[in-house]
């Protein structure tokens, strides 16, 4: 019979000093356990077992359960006890999650691969130079999965991971000496650099986010329509198996019925159509939010609040997260995340009716049932799946699988490479230049993130504050590049500003005392203040022009601190020039305007010729 706790087996473990129990005592400790209606804790693992299977609730849902488990005859064996004494030690001492526990046992076993190739018998034989030896290979590894030798961030992992095996045997009878005294697991990764840190995770381009969000917010708007019929064609083909017997002329008869009359050709255009609403939301809900897809398959139907101060409705994202910890979360987003929210919870409903009856069922034929009390954890999630492999099974959807299907899904709309932590960085980065005004089709869905919505955000004590300082470092590296670009010789720009700085750009003194522009740009953009008009960029910080640049544009030309860029404003003043040139020939605008147009006219030709532009309206002025 399983061994039941009165307690979790996390909270039976806690005191126990390891050390002093005796084999026989260890060997049943328990390792894992999961909680039964009465209260009890029924165990799952125990310490002798060859493979550790960890609690769900250790590890963020949508983690499949082949990644829960600790598989110890999966190496050397004469460390087995060691590595399983020093994982359990880590356990009780630091509480990692079930991912940073897997992680160190990942990383370790190549190390005691290397070990037991080198015909090392146990961890009290490992010594400084065997470990020296084995980073110099890990430098000189050729990754099997990129063809390139092994990153900074997975050699970090693989040297902490044998710092941990040495500071959790410290004192028992598998010690061994320190593995390298006068240095670091970081220090030995090459984390030693004090450069520009960039990020890693590639943005998505605006072309292509184009092409996705355009794509789902037709998904959007026509997915009511789409989940109504499909509920009336299984409430039909219920009644058409009764006289129908054959699927083709069932699905024939469907097709005539529901799907013609609709505009569609089939089953196979409406079906295409229909699967394609869960990804579509999860798009859209990643996209505008920034949330990690551990917290978007974290989200219940439960999933937002409302804020309404009269003036202004604030919506806010709930989930869980688990990334550092931060538990239950919020997240300020625009309307369409909502929008997306409650075409999914219509979408998911049959499969969570489908879930609620197997638990039912589960339970009432046996009140212990793992699979029963597993569903109770999982059977609001707003996002579910058929698992085909396991009898059609419904199941909280996996990172693995999301990521197959998020792939797959901008393949078919020519979007190569689509990965869910891109959203986030591309969240940040859409924020920011949300900021600045720069923000194109997607501003209307960003416009609340002003400084009022910013203030908001930062006063919610359940925000993602990482998610927050990673919009702060996009504004800034915004900021950096704006000022970059203004010290470009490439870069044609006008205004006030611009003599200031095109005499800057050729003094070779300025530049000397950095190491390069892109240093210089930094450190100037901490003393600059930059905002957008829409038509130039405003470096003001006073009350300057008092806001008339809104109302009159071309007041900006005679600004002195005012740059007005050919690629980004050019348009605009081609724009307004032809613009009044038209209002120029109107009789009854009045002598104070025919006197603003005239003043408009001419600052705009100021701008157009010195932007190299002159030539593509000086035929329409006559000239």
Known sequence: MSQVLQISATDYCRPQKMHELDDSVLKVLPISSYQLPDGSHKVISQYGDDIWRLEDARFPSNTMDNQKKLRFNTIPSQFVEAVKFALKHYDIKQNPSGATLLGVFKHLKPFLAYLNSIGVQSTTGITPLHCANYVHQCKTEISKKTKKPLSKGTLTHRFLA??????????TQWSFEHPWM????????????QGKKTAK???????????????????????NNLIQIQSEIEIERVKLAETIKGKSDISAAITNRFLKPQGYSGLKEFNAMYSDIPGAMAIIILTFSGIRIHELCAIQFDAYRIEDNEEEVYYWLKSHSSKTHEGYTEWLVPEIVIQAIEVQKAYIKPLQERLWQEQAELLSNDPHSP???????????????????????????????????????????????????????????YVAQSAYGDLRYLKQHFKH?????????????????????????????FKIARVEEFLDEDTI??????????????????????????????????????RSTGHSWCTSDNAGCGGRSVIEGTECVDCDGSIIEKKRHGEYFKGIYIQQLELRQIDDIGEAGKQRVERDIERCERVLKDLGMWNEVKEVSNV
């Not at 203030?455 to 504004?475: C, G, H």
């Open 162 to 171: 044998i710092e941990t095996l040495y500071h959790n045997l410290k004192g």
């Open 182 to 193: 006068e240095s670091s697991a970081s220090y030995l990764a090459g984390n030693h650099s």
């Open 201 to 223: 995770t590639q943005v998505i381009p605006d072309d292509e986010l184009k092409v996705l969000i355009n794509h789902c917010n037709k998904v959007l708007e026509q997915a």
């Open 371 to 429: 699979r029963g009390l597993k569903i109770k954890s999982f059977k609001n999630h707003l996002f579910l799946t058929n698992s085909l492999q396991q009898g059609n099974q419904v199941n909280s959807l996996s990172n693995y699988a999301f990521g197959q299907r998020l792939k797959a899904f901008g393949d078919a709309l020519g979007v190569k490479g689509l990965a869910a932590h891109r959203f986030r960085r591309t969240f940040a980065v």
């Open 449 to 477: 993130w002003g400084m009022d919505m910013t203030l908001l955000y930062s006063a919610n004590r359940s925000q993602d504050e990482e998610l927050y300082d990673e919009i702060a470092i996009q504004i800034k590296n």
């Open 493 to 530: 720009i006008t205004g006030g500003l611009a003599k200031k700085l095109i005499s800057y750009r050729s003094s070779n003194e300025s530049v000397k005392t950095f190491e390069n522009r892109a240093a210089m740009a930094e450190r100037i953009s901490d003393t600059v203040h930059l």
